[in-house]
């Protein structure tokens, strides 16, 4: 029987290299797949690992039909076994109903792979829907890492390394590198729960940590 599977993580957990991983495994034992994403950092219809991979995809628009897809392309003579989604937490959630049609009526299996929270910690309208409808939700094992070293459970959007909590909800860009000097003007860090509540980047972090503090026996007396 065909599935409806949901992969999720933060932000760098891995689920586009478990995507492309996905396809390959599939592919090379003769299965006929089509690749999909959405807002991919290395631009329109491309699939990419922070690991350096890429693979042609097809772009994911506001209006795209994965049910009409698929029927035209069986119609046309075309094999299809299975579908590797990617960043579908950016799909409509009429999306995700249209995928867990293909999967039921078609019988082809769907692999979806996306993040459940945005940068405000809300669900995001697309994975709230395969949550709701998938097969499985599996979480990946692959942990993220916060600039403290725990386990990163949240994604914060920054600027100029300030976590902002307010803004557009989909804006393009990748998690920052905690070593860099200058962060990027608008960037993505991935956190854990104590650090995301404080508002605690590792810029922010690194800037407190230069900022010295007066020893308590520096105090005037009775202060």
């Given at each position: 029987m065909a599935e409806l599977q949901f992969f999720t993580g933060t932000m760098d957990s891995g689920k586009s290299t478990l995507a492309l991983q996905t396809n390959h495994n599939h592919h090379v034992r003769g299965r006929i797949g089509?690749?999909?994403?959405?807002?991919?950092?290395?631009?329109?219809?491309t699939l990419s690992s922070r690991l350096g991979l890429t693979h042609d995809a097809i772009e994911v628009g506001g209006g795209f039909d994965f049910w009409r897809y698929v029927v035209d392309q069986l119609t046309g003579g075309a094999r299809i076994d299975y579908l590797v989604c990617d960043e579908a937490?950016?799909?409509?959630?009429?999306?995700?109903?249209?995928?867990?049609?293909?999967?039921?009526e078609l019988q082809i299996d769907v692999f979806a792979f996306g993040i459940l929270t945005d940068f405000r910690t809300v669900l995001f309208p697309g994975s709230a829907r395969l949550v709701e409808l998938a097969d499985r939700t599996n979480v990946l094992q692959v942990e993220a890492l916060c600039w403290c070293g725990r386990r990163a459970t949240h994604n914060a959007r920054t600027?100029?390394?300030?976590?902002?909590?307010?803004g557009e909800v989909i804006v393009v860009g990748d998690v920052e590198d905690p070593s860099a000097q200058q962060p990027?003007?608008?960037?993505?860090?991935?956190l854990c729960r104590q650090h995301h509540r404080r508002r605690m980047t590792a810029a922010r972090a690194r800037a407190v940590s230069l900022v010295s503090e007066p020893l308590p026996f520096d105090q005037p007396f009775g202060e």
């Amino acid at each position: 029987m065909a599935e409806l599977q949901f992969f999720t993580g933060t932000m760098d957990s891995g689920k586009s290299t478990l995507a492309l991983q996905t396809n390959h495994n599939h592919h090379v034992r003769g299965r006929i797949g089509r690749i999909f994403t959405t807002h991919d950092r290395a631009g329109a219809a491309t699939l990419s690992s922070r690991l350096g991979l890429t693979h042609d995809a097809i772009e994911v628009g506001g209006g795209f039909d994965f049910w009409r897809y698929v029927v035209d392309q069986l119609t046309g003579g075309a094999r299809i076994d299975y579908l590797v989604c990617d960043e579908a937490q950016f799909y409509e959630p009429s999306q995700i109903d249209q995928l867990a049609r293909v999967v039921d009526e078609l019988q082809i299996d769907v692999f979806a792979f996306g993040i459940l929270t945005d940068f405000r910690t809300v669900l995001f309208p697309g994975s709230a829907r395969l949550v709701e409808l998938a097969d499985r939700t599996n979480v990946l094992q692959v942990e993220a890492l916060c600039w403290c070293g725990r386990r990163a459970t949240h994604n914060a959007r920054t600027e100029n390394g300030e976590m902002v909590t307010e803004g557009e909800v989909i804006v393009v860009g990748d998690v920052e590198d905690p070593s860099a000097q200058q962060p990027p003007e608008v960037g993505y860090e991935v956190l854990c729960r104590q650090h995301h509540r404080r508002r605690m980047t590792a810029a922010r972090a690194r800037a407190v940590s230069l900022v010295s503090e007066p020893l308590p026996f520096d105090q005037p007396f009775g202060e």
